[in-house]
């Protein structure tokens, strides 16, 4: 990795995941999506463009380095482009979130327990536990609404749920 980087706004539970799960400044792997983006669209600096002081909800994100793109030269991303590299960056927490948190119906425990427990492990404070209680029900009701069991991986009839759904 290169020692430039670029700034992207994030929500602030994104941006402690971040960090947490990738250092800070954040690195991502060499052959990650991510960094795909990042060389996808890095572009010179524009004459005149200073380059940008981070914010509060700013997180600062590593340049990779690349043998066609030296970091050197190219290090600016576009507002467009910071959102395709911020559009990545929640498909890839919510893989995770996915990943980790997946049914809970399988759990003794309450479902908001988990969620701060999740929220624990991944470097995330616990006051964005219910942020990311709606994530997780908005993320499941979405597929639910168009048949599809994250749970079972088998796409079922939209009855299915409604005659459980007092069960979730």
Not at 36 to 55: C, D, M, T, W, Y
Request: charged share 25%.
């Amino acid at each position: 990795m290169s020692k430039f980087v670029v700034y992207v706004q994030v929500e602030p539970y994104l941006k402690q995941w971040l960090t947490h799960s990738f250092g800070d400044p954040v690195e991502f792997p060499s052959s990650s999506n991510e960094n795909a983006v990042l060389r996808r669209f890095l572009s010179k600096r524009p004459i005149n463009n200073l380059p940008e002081q981070p914010g509060e909800r700013d997180v600062a994100i590593c340049i990779p380095y690349s043998k066609s793109k030296s970091p050197e030269t190219y290090n600016f991303l576009n507002g467009h482009a910071k959102q395709a590299l911020t559009e990545s960056i929640n498909d890839l927490f919510r893989i995770n979130m996915w990943s980790d948190l997946g049914d809970l119906n399988d759990m003794s425990c309450k479902k908001m327990s988990a969620f701060r427990s999740w929220c624990e492990q991944q470097g995330i404070d616990i006051e964005y536990a219910e942020t990311i209680r709606m994530k997780w029900y908005r993320m499941r009701k979405a597929y639910q609404e168009k048949g599809i069991n994250l749970f079972n991986l088998k796409r079922c009839k939209k009855d299915d749920f409604h005659e459980k759904s007092h069960l979730l």
